[in-house]
C-alpha cells in the first residue's frame, strides 16, 4: 500500500458540532438551498445569503476538531506512503487537528472570494455587501469562498489524478448524493483500488465499496487508523 486518497463529507464534522446537510434534521431540511447555496440566491438576496454565512462562520470558529480529525492527521504523519485528504467540507477543522495539504474541493468558509475579479483571500469575521475586494477593490462583489450548487468544485484535474494513481479511497462521513464526489470511489475502482467506507451508517452508494465500517466517526476512524499503520509496521 503506497497511496491512500480520503474523502471527508459533513459525518466527520458532525461531532464537532457542525451539522450535516442531508440528514432528517440536516441543515437543507431547515433553509432552501437555492436562496441560500446558489449564485441566483445571492443574486436576488445577497443580505440572507451572508447573514446565513456569517452564522456559519462563526459556527466553524467556535468548533474543534474531534478524535475523527487528530487521527487523519496522525495517519498523515506516520503513514510510510502517500495520504492525500480531498474534503467535500468547508470548515478548517481537518487543518486544527493537525492536517496539512488538504484539498477543499468545495471551498473554505474562513476564505473571501471577489465575484468580480476571483481573487480569493482569508477572511474570519462577519462579511457584508459594503466590504471590498482586497485586490481590486470593488464593493458589494465580496461572497464567500464556497463552490455553490451549480457552480464548479475547486482542484478536480488534481483529485482525479490522485484516485487513478491510488491503492486504497476511503470515503469518511459522506452521504453518497452529491455528484461528482459520489463518484469518486467508482474512479477509484476503476483504477483498482481497494475501497473502503467509513459512516455512521451505510451511504447512498455504500453497495460499490469493497468494505465498510459503520458507527461514530469519532470511533471507527482512530480504530481504523491504528489498524492501518499497525498492519504499515
Known amino acids: 500500500m503506497k497511496h491512500i486518497v480520503i474523502l471527508t463529507g459533513a459525518g466527520i464534522s458532525a461531532e464537532s458540532g457542525l451539522g450535516t446537510f442531508r440528514d432528517t434534521d440536516g441543515l437543507w431540511t431547515k433553509y432552501d438551498l437555492n436562496e441560500v447555496a446558489t449564485p441566483e440566491g445571492f443574486a436576488r438576496n445577497p443580505e440572507m445569503v451572508q447573514a446565513f454565512y456569517n452564522a456559519r462562520r462563526e459556527n466553524c470558529l467556535g468548533a474543534k476538531p474531534n478524535a475523527a480529525h487528530v487521527a487523519l492527521a496522525r495517519l498523515q504523519a506516520d503513514f510510510p506512503g502517500r495520504l492525500t485528504i480531498v474534503t467535500q467540507n468547508v470548515d478548517n477543522l481537518h487543518e486544527r487537528g493537525g492536517s496539512t495539504g488538504v484539498i477543499h474541493m468545495h471551498g473554505e468558509m474562513l476564505s473571501a472570494l471577489c465575484s468580480a475579479c476571483g481573487h480569493q483571500w482569508p477572511w474570519e469575521g462577519t462579511m457584508g455587501m459594503e466590504d471590498s475586494c482586497a485586490s481590486c477593490a470593488a464593493t458589494g462583489t465580496v461572497r464567500p469562498d464556497v463552490v455553490w450548487f451549480g457552480e464548479m468544485p475547486y482542484h ?26 459520489a463518484g469518486f470511489v467508482s474512479e477509484a475502482r476503476g483504477a483498482g483500488a481497494e475501497t473502503v467506507e467509513i459512516n455512521l451508517e451505510a451511504s447512498d452508494n455504500s453497495g460499490i465499496f469493497t468494505r465498510q465500517i459503520l458507527g461514530p466517526a469519532s470511533e471507527t476512524v482512530p480504530a481504523w487508523v491504528d489498524e492501518l499503520l499497525a498492519a504499515a509496521e
Open 156 to 181: 478536480m484535474d488534481r483529485i482525479y489524478a490522485e484516485l487513478a494513481a491510488c491503492d486504497v479511497f476511503v470515503a469518511i462521513g459522506t452521504s453518497g448524493q452529491v455528484y461528482p464526489a
